[in-house]
């Protein structure tokens, strides 16, 4: 028997899409243009799934949700709300929702999401796990990205949660390496217990062992009372620590084993005790070069990075900036402010050093100066402006080393750097590269470019 489906939409030309898509992928559709037509056909016959619009006149998608949940709360639903309304979205995840889609969205998603949402049809005896998994679901939603790159690092963060394995996050300076620390935490078999956050370069030194393990009272001047540190303050959850290559140098040992050993001794303390914590680590610093330095200790740094998350630069991933501007515009409360062709790809452009921190900002203090809904080039800041104006699509950087570089190295890195933007399309690379394919094709061939499998076309 097909699962039936019913939707909820007053938009009759995403009504239809939704009906049809989804008939196509063998599902028995119903649909409504209100809620309260749609209450009526959920109550003549109970479909599986009720897929509803979140703004409508009459009836909204909120008072849909909870009253279907009110009669049958195994009945799964799931909202559809404008890109950027995410807080109506997680509203909506509080009250009992499955999930949410954002419009617009594409056939594969839609199709994906509700393949995934009918595999817990009928598990109502798991509901708790159920209510557990969706939590999780919309902490790791607030990581924006669609690029190929992000994808990559959302494979690994799903694969890693559930391990208890140590992770080291490396990435530039904003490029959202303590949100993805704390989405671990939260698709973690730990996420019921706490989240601790230390920085480990902002602490002074001298304080930072009785921070990191805790002191007993009259250990040094000054220790009062006993204090727990942030160890202590993780069991049973995840410690996260932030700028760890900064660590200095005398504590490493204590750390290496306490993350060996799952034992800590607090300062001035008279006997270890165990603990269960689990370590995701930070840095922006090169810890290669500490490595080689002696500033970072070699058998700490392979305990902490068992699995290593490099997190690339925005400029690595532009395909995220409009994705990325457009959740920030809602997120600060503006949705319907949106930017012109050019002022797009100035912002696109740009080399964003501050990463996504920096774009965040940016966006912020364009709508606090904006003069109306659509940012325009004059609104961008200088630094923006400036770059952009060699030309809508010149964005490269090209910061040539002192001793020299040869052409054909250039050349081989804008051909990849073409084939990566565009996914490894040769089409689309060629026309980005203002090259016949052939001639694209030539080139990678010249210089032994091969797509990497997966993302082959
Ligand atoms: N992919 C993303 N989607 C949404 N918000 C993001 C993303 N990446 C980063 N941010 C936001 O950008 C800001 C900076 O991110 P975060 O603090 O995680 O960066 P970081 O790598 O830890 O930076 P630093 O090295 O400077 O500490 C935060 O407000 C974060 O929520
Ligand atoms: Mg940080």
Redesign the pocket.
């Known amino acids: 028997m097909k699962p039936k489906i019913l939707i909820i939409d007053d938009d009759a030309s995403l009504r239809r899409v939704l009906e049809y898509n989804l008939q196509e992928a063998g599902y028995d559709v119903t649909a409504a243009p209100s809620g309260e037509d749609g209450l009526r056909l959920f109550n003549e016959e109970p479909p599986s799934l009720v897929i509803t619009d979140m703004k409508m006149s009459g009836m909204d998608g909120l008072q849909v949700l909870k009253a279907v949940k009110g009669q049958s709360p195994e009945t799964l639903v799931m909202i559809i709300t404008a890109f950027g309304s995410v807080d109506m979205a997680v509203e909506a995840m509080k009250a009992g929702a499955y999930d949410y889609i954002t419009k617009p969205f594409n056939r594969d998603e839609l199709r994906l999401t509700v393949a995934k949402a009918l595999q817990f049809t009928g598990l109502a005896a798991e509901n708790r796990r159920l209510k557990s998994e969706l939590s999780d679901r919309t902490e790791f939603r607030?990581?924006?990205?669609s690029s190929p790159l992000?994808e990559k690092v959302f494979a690994i963060v799903r694969k890693v949660a559930d391990s208890e394995a140590s992770v080291l996050?490396t990435?530039?300076?904003?490029?959202?390496?303590?949100?993805?620390?704390r989405s671990i935490h939260a698709l973690s078999g730990r996420r019921g217990g706490p989240f601790v956050a230390i920085n480990c370069a902002a602490i002074p030194r001298d304080l930072l062992e009785s921070e990191l393990f805790g002191h007993v009272k009259g250990a040094f001047t000054g220790a009062i009372k006993d204090k727990t540190g942030r160890f202590r303050l993780a069991d049973g959850g995840t410690l996260f620590l932030?700028?760890v290559g900064e660590l200095p140098l005398e504590l490493q040992p204590k750390l290496l084993r306490a993350l060996q050993e799952r034992v800590i001794e607090p300062v001035g303390g008279t006997g270890e005790s165990k603990l269960d914590v689990r370590v995701v680590a930070?840095t922006?610093l090169d810890m290669e070069k500490a490595l080689a330095d002696g500033a970072f200790r070699e058998d700490l740094y392979y305990r902490l990075s068992v699995i290593p998350l490099h997190?690339p630069p925005l400029r690595e991933r532009r395909d995220?900036i409009p994705l990325?501007l457009k959740?920030?515009c809602a997120k600060h409360g503006s949705s319907e402010v949106g930017f012109d062709r050019q002022a797009l790809h100035m912002l696109v452009d740009y080399a964003w050093p501050g990463?996504?921190?920096e774009?965040?900002n940016t966006v912020e203090r364009l709508l606090i100066m904006r003069t109306g809904d659509t940012i325009t080039s004059n609104d961008l800041p200088d630094k923006i402006r400036v770059n952009g104006s060699r030309g809508p699509s010149s964005g490269a950087v090209i910061n040539l080393p002192a001793e020299g570089y040869s052409l054909e190295q250039l050349e081989r890195e804008v051909v990849v750097a073409a084939l990566e933007r565009n996914a490894w399309n040769q089409t689309a690379a060629a026309r980005f590269l203002r090259v016949p394919r052939h001639t694209l094709i030539y080139r990678m061939e010249k210089y032994g470019i091969t797509t990497p499998e997966k993302s082959a076309p």
């Open positions: 607030t990581i924006i990205g992000m996050i990435g530039e300076s904003g490029t959202g390496k303590e949100l993805v620390a932030d700028e930070a922006n997190l995220d990325l959740y920030f990463n996504v921190r774009l965040e």
